[in-house]
């Protein structure tokens, strides 16, 4: 059974950093895409962060873009977000999610591609 546990979730002022720790278990991380995703109170959940099995092709939405980064470490079966130069705007509660296959990979941070999810963690930036 596939399993996704979040940690790392916190409260930072603007400016900070947090990384987020996504373990999996029940499955192998290089052979499923991976995604970070958010959602806002009042705000769809969107897809921010994502990697092709192994980490080949790694993907980020614009509003993160050379803010985040996602890398794996498959011997401890943990995906992570690192988070930088956080903003206010990056308030919500953050999920990680897995997909066996991926329709098209321009739809990798969609998340109606995504078959499996965590319980999520809360990320709260303050000014």
């Known amino acids: 059974q596939v399993q996704l546990e979040e940690s790392g979730g916190g409260s930072v002022q603007t400016g900070g950093s947090l990384r987020l720790s996504c373990v999996t278990s029940?499955?192998?991380?290089?052979?499923?895409?991976m995604g970070w995703f958010r959602q806002a109170p009042g705000k769809e959940r969107e897809g921010i962060a994502a990697m092709t099995p192994g980490g080949g092709r790694l993907y980020f939405a614009a509003s993160v873009k050379g803010r985040f980064s996602i890398s794996v470490d498959n011997a401890k079966n943990t995906v992570y977000l690192q988070m930088n130069s956080l903003q206010p705007e990056d308030t919500a509660m953050y999920y990680c999610a897995a997909a066996r296959s991926i329709s098209r990979d321009i739809w990798i941070l969609r998340t109606d591609e995504y078959q499996y999810w965590g319980q999520g963690t809360q990320v709260t930036v303050s000014s």
């Open positions: 029940g499955y192998s991380d290089s052979a499923y895409y």
